[in-house]
């Protein structure tokens, strides 16, 4: 079965340091893997994803995530954090089952950016 | 503007007082879901549409309806309100359910809370 691990469910970093945010992923198929940010009292946007292209995918606001198939993983990074960055953070597995594809959410990750 | 509207943004009801938040996509989008968010359980889906007069039950589908009669609109049905039906809604559109590739665009969310 299909699932998401988000290993943090909170990571705190002062601003201008690097920014790490790890998942972990089971799949039967081929997936794609997404990042989503949410801002306090947002709704959810799309930073990155990766869709069996490269493996290194670049996103919004200098993040970025690599997709390394032996260790299921999908990394969330980012060089410097910013007090803009803080928010929470959803890695999702997106898999085909049947004819439909099911998105499979992570249980999220609050970036914390001290000053 | 491509957008996905949700009403009403905020909605404070009692237990049993049947309620429809509404769901709006200006974008054309076959696939249409449903989602719950709440503490430490990231995003729950409760139903998905693939199209019009198609629509499938998702992981906490129970307490809730939905119905699809035009491929713009999506309303989420709750019959008979409960507390543990207090959350935060959203609602989500996509090009394709068939291609999990497909990003998905959020409404801004409506806040529910069931007394």
């Known amino acids: 079965a299909q699932s998401v691990t988000q290993l943090d469910s909170h990571v705190s970093v002062s601003e201008g340091t690097p920014v790490l945010l790890r998942c972990n992923y089971s799949?039967?198929?081929?997936?794609?893997l997404f990042w989503y940010v949410q801002h306090p009292n947002k709704g959810l946007q799309l930073l990155l994803k990766y869709t069996s292209a490269a493996t290194l995918v670049k996103g919004i606001n200098g993040f970025e995530a690599e997709f390394k198939k032996s260790e299921t993983s999908f990394h969330l990074t980012k060089p410097s954090a910013h007090m803009s960055d803080a928010a929470e953070y959803f890695c999702v597995v997106s898999d085909h089952l049947d004819s439909n594809y099911q998105l499979i959410w992570g249980a999220g990750t609050k970036l914390i950016i001290k000053p | 503007e491509a957008q996905v509207t949700q009403n009403p943004r905020y909605l404070i009801t009692v237990t049993g007082k049947k309620l429809t938040v509404t769901c709006s996509q200006n974008?054309?989008?076959?696939?249409m879901s449903w989602y719950r968010q709440d503490p430490g359980l990231g995003l729950r889906q409760i139903y998905y549409?693939?199209?019009?007069?198609?629509?499938d039950k998702g992981d906490v589908p129970e307490g809730y309806k939905v119905s699809r009669k035009e491929k713009r609109n999506f309303p989420l049905i709750l019959e008979s309100p409960s507390p543990n039906q207090t959350s935060l809604y959203f609602c989500?559109?996509?090009?394709?359910?068939?291609?999990?590739?497909?990003?998905?665009?959020f409404g801004p969310g409506t806040r529910l809370t069931v007394t």
């Open positions: 989500t559109s996509s090009s394709s359910g068939l291609r999990s590739s497909y990003e998905q665009y």
């Open positions: 549409s693939m199209n019009v007069e198609v629509t």
């Open positions: 799949s039967s198929y081929s997936p794609s």
């Open positions: 974008m054309n989008h076959e696939y």
